[in-house]
Every structure is written in structure tokens, then in C-alpha cells.
């Protein structure tokens, strides 16, 4: 492929905004779409050149807009469509494009689509979701459960049946085997990309294909020919990208999504780096400690597995996991050098970078000491059967605070007055304490705050295509501390050395790595060369170009 054939998107960082929680222009405590205009500037400066915009659909916002009510206009507390349309143009003019959230999965249950499904079986309505009659015993028709909590089927007894909702019951699950369905989800498709927008991010997109029947949810058996149907009816000959989220995707079958001959996805958010710092029995309320090795295994899977086909996103955080400098850097005394060492080992691998809003200056967890203070439906449905299963009140509390959703949702830290200027009124979940030292007035003020960092490679990988094209060769498997890697292009080549640990440390360079060249990005001293027997201060990261 020419260089100047790059699709945009390969050359672009992504950025993720939660609109909840990213800025309050009008003081009701809620974000909105004119807070997210009034941050372009921001956003340009840093050189970012997408918005995945999580959903601003009409909602209950049960699920905080993972529950639409309708995919046709936007929530009021976010704003108008007309806000909307001034977002895409604004955005624009500052060479940003606006990437839509896609939940189509399931719906809200106050869509007029389920309220006529529930009202009778004749509606054409009705077909649109997953209906089964009663099993032999009265109840329902398998034990599946929710993913967060209870029961997955649910009775509507106008219609004398069950429904299927796989997340909650306020998300009833589409069939996507009803093919009239299908076409109202690429009309509607079709309607957003004709308003100019950039693209979709796809909510669990390797759910579509299920068979409930069979119990096969995950990468169900129709799963492809449906994406495949979906690209030739929606995203063909349009300059957009998708990515599809996927909790099921593996380096094996991640291919059948993005790769080039496919024509269904441009990329996929694969979940096998988080994953696997999950206990087996208790999952993520119970993480493992960090594992250098078994983290680097995964992404370096990957990285092998999309090498000539396919692409790879590259994150640590979104709007659904632990803020990053807490799970993988420390968040106490180096929470500033580990930040941008999480940065620099990410956003030099091979594939689309995406931060997630205030991961940029470092945003940490926040500790809640009550139940009252968490607002996720998550928590909710967890608390519930955690309390059942007889776990105390502050175990259950630790395990939230360790790695609820919460987390990424409180509101971003723009400064240090009140409510860290997120809003005038008072936020629909409480702002971090720690807004008065971490937000991004006063990490722009510091030439070495976090986000200096976040610029630079983003200018970076605009302008260097060894960074976007190279080949990445991973190096020190096996080295429980130190994260590194070379890309290389038409003689062009690049390493990358990360410690990953608080300790300062003496690491045997391999002989392809010694060298001397110029300093790209680095988080404590520039480097000019790499020595044979290298030191390294704790969290170090750099990336050298060889002369
Ligand atoms: C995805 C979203 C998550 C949501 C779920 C159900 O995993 O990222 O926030 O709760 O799908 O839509």
C-alpha cells in the first residue's frame, strides 16, 4: 500500500468522550454536546483527530445512553439535534472527525419498538425482538443470566411470553435475524452518516449474531454474514471507520472482523489485555496483581496476529474500566512519570491509538465510601448478588472501587475551583477530590504535565509513517520489568524502552537495541543513545529514532 493511501484513521488518535461527564454548559450537572463544542479547541491542541462520542440518543440513560429510546434524536439533557449537527461541523473545521456510538444490540425498553412489541404479538414490532414462549416447567426458557444480574429472560404477560435481555431488563435484545429489522438499523445508519459523521464504534458488536436457542451468544453462527450485509448497506464507499467492541474477539478470530478482504470492520476493541488481569473465579471484582509478562504475552499476540492483515486499536481505558494510571502505572508518587509511560508504550505500537477523556492528565480512581455515592447499574445489579451471597459491605466496596465503571464516569477535571469546572450546578455523580491538584489547567501550565506527552505523540504519528506502517518486532518477552519493541520501515527504525517498574533498574540491552539516534518522546531525560548496559529510573519510558 502507498504511504499516501493510508486510510485517515491509521494516522489519527481517538479520543473518547462520555458527554455526561465531560462538560456542563447549561448547570444542570450534566454534560452536554455545547460543553463538548465549547472543548474543540482543547481537543485540536491536542491533536487528536477523531471523537468516538459515547451514545447522546434519546434515553432513560438507565444505562447511562447504552439504552436508546430512540435512535433518531438526541437525549434533551445533552442537547438538540442542531447541537448535534454544530458539533460535526465545528469539529470539522478543526480536522475532527465525529465517530457515533452504536448500540444496537439491544434497545431501551421505553423505545416505541418495544412498548408495541409488548402491547401484542401481531405488531410488527414484536418481531423485532427475541420472544420465546414459556419453558416445560412455566418459567423461562433456559437459566441464562444478565450480565449485570438476574435473569435474562423476562415475562410480558400481554403477550405471554418472554423477552431475552442480555444486559439488563431495561435492554431488551434485538433479532437480528429478522431481516426488516436489519434494514430499519442501516436506514438509520445511512441517516447519521448522511449528517457527515465519521463513523461508528459498535456496542458489542460480536453479539449480533446470537442464537439464543442453542445458548451461543458470542460470535453466534450468523454473526458475519450480518456485518457483512451491514458494510455493503451502510459503510461501502463512504470514508468512515468502524470499529466494533468485542469482549469474545481473540487474535484468531479477530481477522474475520477486520480483515481486508472481508468487508466488514476496520478494527475491533479487543478485551484480552484487561482480561487478563482478572481473577478466574471473581473476575474483575477481584484483579490479580500486575503481571508484566502475562500483559505483555497478550498485546504482543496481537500485535502479531494483525501484522500484515488487519488493524489493531490500542487502549488501556474507556467509559467502562478503572482509570489506567491506577491499574497499570501508581497513581501516588509516580503517577505522572507512569502515566506517560502507559502513553508512550501504547501509542508506538502498531495500530489506532484512543484515549479516554482525562486519561490524558492523568485522572486517577476515585475511592467512594458509600453505596449511595456509585450511580452504574452495574454496581446496583452486583451489589445485590454479592449481598445474597452473604460478602460484607466494605469487601464489596474495595472490589467497586478497584474496578467499578464509576471509575472513568466521574466528571473530567478541567480545575481546581469548584466542581473541577465541570458544571455550575451540581454533578449527577460526585467530581474526585483530587481535582485540586490533578485537572488540565494545571497540567497545561506544566511543560511537563501528562498531556505534553499525549501531544507529542500525536503530532508523532502524524507525521512519522514508521510509527503508523512499521513493523513492530517485540523485544525482551520475557522480562518482567521492562516493556520494549522496535518498528521499523524503508530503513527507518524506531525502539521503544519502557520500565514498568517503581524501582530504578539495570537492564542488559540486546545487541540489536544498542545504538544512538535522536530522542522522539520521553517522560524522565532525553536519551540519545541506548547504551549495552542501560539504567533505567522507575516508570522510564522513551523512544529513540536511529541515525
Ligand atoms: C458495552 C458498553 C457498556 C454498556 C454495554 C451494554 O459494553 O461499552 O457501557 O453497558 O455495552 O450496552
Redesign the pocket.
Known sequence: MQRDDLPWWKKATGYQVYPRSFCDSDGDGIGDIPGIISKLDYLAELGIGFIWLSPVYRSPMR?NG?DIADYRDIAPEFGTLDDFDRLVTEARTRDIGIVMDL?V??TSNEHDWFKKACASREAPEHAFYIWRDPGPDGGPPNDRTAIFGGPAWHWVEAVGQYYFAY?SAH?PDLDWQNPDLRAEIYDMMNWWLDRGIAGFRM??VSLLGKDVDTDRLEEGPYLHEYLQEMHRQTLAGRDVVSVG?SWAVTPRTAPLYCGRDRGELDMVFQFNHVGQGWDETFGKWKPKPFDLVRFKRVLFDWQRALTDDGWNSLFLS???LPRQVSVYGDDGRWRVRSAKMLAIVMHLMKGTPFVYQGEEIGMTNVVFERLDQFRDLEIEGRYAEMMAQGLAMEDFLAGANLSG?DNARVPMQWTGGPQAGFTTGTPWIEVNPNHAEINVAADRADPDGVSATYRTLAGLRRRMPVIVQGHFAPVTEDDPRVFAYTRELDGERLAVIANFSAEAIVFQTPDELVGEGECLVANAGQRTAIEARLELAPYEAFALRYR
Do not use: K
Open positions: 444505562d447504552y448500540v444490540n439491544h444486559f435492554q456496542d458489542v467492541e474507556n467509559h467502562d465503571r
